[in-house]
């Protein structure tokens, strides 16, 4: 007798998200060897990270929406089997340009990251999800450091293409847990894709869509500029090496990681909105009082630490709540509002990382990273706000 796989566990969604985050970190540290090996320069060879982020962003724009149509075991089967495929052609690439194709490729893989999300607004209520977005927050936060730390030892005992090879390993080893244990959870699928865009005006004239979505745009913004300003100032200004520098890095990735287990462990006893807004301030309140310290001449590492744990924290008690928000705006849409606000994320991300390399400098870089990351930290604060004052008037409404 046939039995249908069952829903999907949180460790199966904490496992899929995490491949996800590795897939953007993992081989970071050997692209000088990779350059070397293809005979091109780095910046040529570094384009294989700004070219996955760019697909990543339109495919979740197209896998979300393909989930509500066609479910999301489907969905997640196929960008597995896809990124498994495009691992194996990375790994035995024998020119430059052939690589590059298979790595966008790989970026098939971004769906078990949007895909999760909306899986875990299938199968509960926003309260309930938040907690779980939590805990998978909790992948996001330990993939980044130990991406690099394992992709580089690997890089070194068996050479770079060693990291492609696990890749593959890792995704084929995801679509048979995924094939077994990875039931349907989209019960709401539409009969025809016209159906479904007929349906979106409900989700894109949505105030709290927007607003939920815009403050995790934001939120991830702060934390982007801070990775994109820090390995120019930080090592000017206080003479740290390469390893310590690597540590004040995952500092903030490690307030990240407290931030969702609290978000996963009390979300419960918290309304979603509130528990946004209160990531805002406390991400606020570390950047307003660092600032104010460097303007008394107070610049030390301890008080960079102060602006940037705060910052990590928060961002793990906003995104989670955003992101249960942004998918319980309308539950039959979880795909489109995963991909959606994801690929806005990324966007928000790559636009603020633009700014922060063309305005700071080893100068005023240390004034000027902190006030960028505030302005955007503030404008997360803004849409938790607004999305406040939204959420109180639909209750005095009745709606």
């Not at 069952?6 to 897939?23: G, Y």
Request: with cysteine; hydrophobic share 55%; proline share 4%.
């Amino acid at each position: 007798m046939h039995h249908s796989p069952p829903p999907p566990s949180l460790t199966i969604l904490i496992l899929l998200t995490a491949v996800s985050v590795l897939a953007t970190s993992l081989f970071l540290p050997s692209l000088s060897m990779m350059a070397e090996d293809f005979s091109v320069d780095y910046a040529m060879i570094s384009s294989s990270v700004s070219a996955y982020l760019l697909v990543t962003a339109i495919l979740q724009l197209i896998l979300g929406p393909l989930s509500d149509r066609f479910g999301r075991r489907p969905i997640l089967l196929w960008s597995l089997g896809g990124f498994s495929v495009a691992s194996i052609g990375c790994a035995l690439a024998p020119e430059f340009w052939l690589f590059i194709w298979f790595r966008m490729l790989q970026g098939v893989v971004i769906a078990a990251s949007a895909v999760s999300r909306a899986i875990v607004r299938d199968r509960v209520e926003p309260q309930q999800a938040t907690s779980m977005l939590g805990y998978m927050g909790m992948a996001m936060a330990v993939a980044p450091m130990m991406g690099p730390m394992l992709g580089g030892a690997v890089a070194e005992w068996f050479g770079w293409r060693a990291n492609f090879w696990l890749f593959a390993i890792l995704g084929v080893g995801l679509f048979l847990l995924c094939w077994y244990r990875l039931g349907e959870t989209n019960l709401q699928q539409s009969n025809t894709i016209l159906q479904q865009f007929q349906t979106y005006p409900e989700l894109f004239g949505s105030r709290r869509f927007w607003g939920y979505s815009l403050c995790i745009a934001f939120s991830v913004g702060a934390f982007y500029s801070f990775l994109a300003g820090a390995p120019l100032v930080v090592p000017a200004l206080f003479g740290l090496s390469m390893s310590e520098l690597g540590f004040i890095l995952g500092s903030i990735t490690g307030g990240f990681f407290a931030g969702s287990f609290f978000s996963g462990r009390y979300s419960h006893r918290f309304e979603i909105v509130s528990l946004v807004l209160w990531g805002r301030v406390i991400g606020c309140s570390g950047l307003v009082l660092a600032l104010l310290l460097q303007w008394l001449g107070e610049v030390h590492l301890w008080t960079l630490m102060l602006a940037i744990l705060p910052v990590g924290f928060g961002n793990g008690l906003s995104v989670p709540g955003s992101t249960a928000g942004v998918l319980s705006v309308r539950p039959q849409l979880a795909g489109s509002a995963a991909g959606l606000s994801g690929a806005l994320g990324v966007a928000g991300g790559a636009f603020i990382t633009f700014i922060t390399g063309a305005l700071v400098n080893e100068q005023t870089g240390y004034a000027s990273l902190l006030s960028i990351m505030l302005l955007s930290t503030l404008a997360g604060l803004l849409c938790a706000l607004y999305v406040l004052s939204v959420e109180r008037a639909s209750k005095l409404s009745g709606v």
